[in-house]
């Protein structure tokens, strides 16, 4: 990652960067230089397989220590309080229907970082994020995909989806 390169977050998104700075620098931190410690009671160093992998474990480790230290630092958390309510917008719950198949699709527009579909979590740097970034409801958009042209039409624009709860 860039040096320079900003960083866009939800608040979330930031949080959670904060927490795996922190479980890096403590739990992992520990864990692998008790690894060492133990690799270096079997004795010669020099051909032991324990301790080269603890070494290049505490290496990754160390590495994304600063990676996550140089987001965290670049980071622009974004403020849904700084965009006009009715167009899409990073931190924006977006509801599309693919008009030729009549399929809809929820989302939550966030930084490429927290991207993750598996969760309705869209990235703005995905065609159909970069498509929807500032349109409002009611508009159709044509975004070319790996299966062709789609067209989209906005549904609802809204603050977060509040997490559904299981019932027990």
Known sequence: MNDKAELVLTKEGLVKLEE???ELKTVH????????????EFGDISENAEY???????????GRVQRVETMIRN??????SDYVSDEVHLGAFVKVKDTKAGTTMEFTLVGSTEAD?????LSNES???????????????DVTTPRGVRA????????KKAAAKKAS
């Open 20 to 22: 795996e700075l922190d």
């Open 75 to 80: 980071a622009r958390v974004i403020d849904e």
């Open 127 to 141: 065609p159909l994020g970069r498509a929807l970034v500032g349109r409002k409801k009611g508009e159709t958009i």
């Open 52 to 62: 080269e992998a603890a070494k290049q474990e505490q290496a990754f480790v160390e």
């Open 29 to 40: 931190r520990r864990e692998v230089n008790e690894r060492i410690r133990q690799a270096k």
């Open 117 to 121: 579909p598996a969760n309705q979590r």
């Open 152 to 159: 989209y039409k906005i549904e609802s624009i809204g603050k």
